[in-house]
């Protein structure tokens, strides 16, 4: 059980067992309830045989979770022994640490993620009785046949007479999913689910994910805008860049329903919103603050570009061609439109040199190119958003030693930076308003809406972003979203 003492071996000197024991801990920190496993167990009855199991999971470096007796004979006991591990090798190294255990066979190992997984995450369900022929008659034909006639001649009820008002296509080519790359939209699918439960969960929307079996600009664009009637807003997800500028583009043109994509506007919002918060424990402003943001893409462009439109001056963007500065005309033309707007001190060179001096990392790049005594460069407060996931661009722990404030988009440190933060209000706040568009000065009270869930009280350096189950977070961001106007 997690707090129990760790054996060790008899052979071992008192040096070698503290390792050993640190180590375990070390281990056991890191683990993830996405690598959790139930191993079910076949042992005899002698009592000692739990300690055994749960000492032998910790010495793995994993997490008991919870140990049941499922049955119970009087020569054996069956038991599932649920744990956490860090990665698939880590959960088979604790699997094999039970089976050498005397007396302990391993009948069944089962991935609780894989099992969650089974059948899909979402279903269609109706929201009316359909009991009898006379509920048969109203939802659907004849009494159906007139309420389509009513839409018809009357376009603008279909939001209020139909799924339309409520619903959301999650879409995406499968090039960018996660931080697996272009794996296509059959394995892009499990992700999209995921999406679409959360939107249900956190804002009530129905959302469905649409897999397209093309990367093709105009193909995506064209089958979007012909599906877009059953739909009141337009989820991009997972795209990858720069084709997703020129989709996203596209449609909102063409699209009277407001398109976001999230892995653009919806990581800004919730950055630009951490951020307020972090600059407010070094008692520092955007305005006055220097920025170093590793990365180019999607990501790390509508970050820029929220910045700036919030008010920040000192963006410097480094990416693999270096710092993008506006003379360098060997920039592809994405890349050299950013150079345009930022880097006022006109600075040249790597990472290195953009960190040098700067306030604020942020990082939506890739893992570990930020060397930690790097951050020791930055100014004397400073604050560290290392954002790639599941690998940051600097371990978080060592960076934790010297920032002020470190966030990451993991779940297993403070100040995770969580696009669910945003997007379920972002689409909350659209649907209800029956926007046709989503506009910059809608992202910034959204960021500004869930900095002021964390009240004065509450702020400091390990806590500058709210959690994304605290119940406040979907209706202030649709709120802030509605704002002023509701067009």
Known sequence: ??????????????DQAAA????????????????????????????AVVGQLATAVSNA???????????????RLVIDLTCSASNGDHANEVVDALRVIPGVSVHKVSDRTFLLHLGGKISVEPTV???????????????????????????????????????????TDGSAVLGLGNIGPYAAL??????????????????????????????????????????????LEDIAAPRCFEIEAKLRARLDIPVFHDDQHGTAIVVLAALRNALRCIDRSLADARIAVSGAGAAGSAIV???????AHDVVVWDKEGILHRDDTTLPPAKLALAGRTNPRGIRGDLHDAVRGADVFIGVSAPNVLHPEWIDDMAPKRIVFALANPDPE????????????VASGRSDYPNQINNVLAFPGVFRGL???????????????????????????????????????????AKTVAAAIVGPRAD
């Open 20 to 47: 050993t024991r640190t180590q375990s801990i070390q281990r056991a920190r890191a683990t993830t309830g996405s690598y959790s496993i139930t191993v079910r167990l076949h042992t005899g009855t002698d009592p």
């Open 394 to 405: 600097v371990d978080i722990a060592e960076a934790s030693k010297r920032a002020t404030v």
């Open 1 to 14: 059980m997690p707090g129990m003492p760790l054996s060790t071996s008899d052979d071992q000197t008192p």
């Open 129 to 171: 009785a359909l009991r009898t022929r006379d509920d048969l008659s109203m939802a659907y034909t004849p009494g159906v046949g007139r309420v389509s006639m009513a839409i018809a001649e009357h376009p603008e009820d279909v939001r209020r007479l139909t799924i339309k008002g409520n619903c959301v296509a999650v879409v």
């Open 305 to 311: 570009q929220l910045l700036l439109a919030a008010g």
């Open 190 to 235: 499990p992700v999209m689910e995921g999406k679409a439960a959360l939107f249900k969960r956190f804002a009530g929307i129905d959302a469905w994910p649409i897999c397209l079996d093309t990367q093709d600009v105009d193909e995506i664009v064209r089958t979007v805008e012909i599906i877009a009637p059953g739909f009141g807003g337009i989820n």
């Open 431 to 473: 649907l209800d308003a029956r926007a046709t568009q989503v506009t910059t000065e809608m992202l910034i009270r959204a960021a500004d809406a869930i900095a002021s869930v964390v009240g004065p009280e509450q702020l400091n350096p390990n806590y500058i972003i709210p959690s994304v189950f605290d119940p406040d977070i």
């Open 61 to 75: 470096g994993g997490i008991t979770t919870a140990l049941d007796i499922v049955e119970s004979r009087h020569d």
